[in-house]
């Protein structure tokens, strides 16, 4: 949404998350990770998101650190 506003496009892409994944995009030189978004019961349903979402918080987590 701060990207929309201030260009008047989405810094990422409209296409699927699972495509996106493993992609660096950058926002003002921010790094954006594009992941699910898993809530309420679908974290139960749909087990390959929730690996991937796990792999991508894991993901984040190594780049913090290496920050």
């Avoid at 921010?30 to 979402?53: D, H, V």
């Avoid at 792999?55 to 290496?66: F, G, N």
């Amino acid at each position: 949404m701060i990207s929309k506003k201030a260009t008047g496009k989405n810094a990422v892409p409209s296409i699927s998350t699972y495509k996106l994944r493993n992609t660096e995009i950058l926002y003002n030189g921010i790094r954006i990770l594009p992941s699910y978004i898993m809530t309420g019961q679908n974290i139960l349903i749909e087990k390959s998101k929730f690996e991937m979402a796990s792999e991508d918080i894991a993901t984040m987590y190594r780049l913090i650190k290496e920050y």
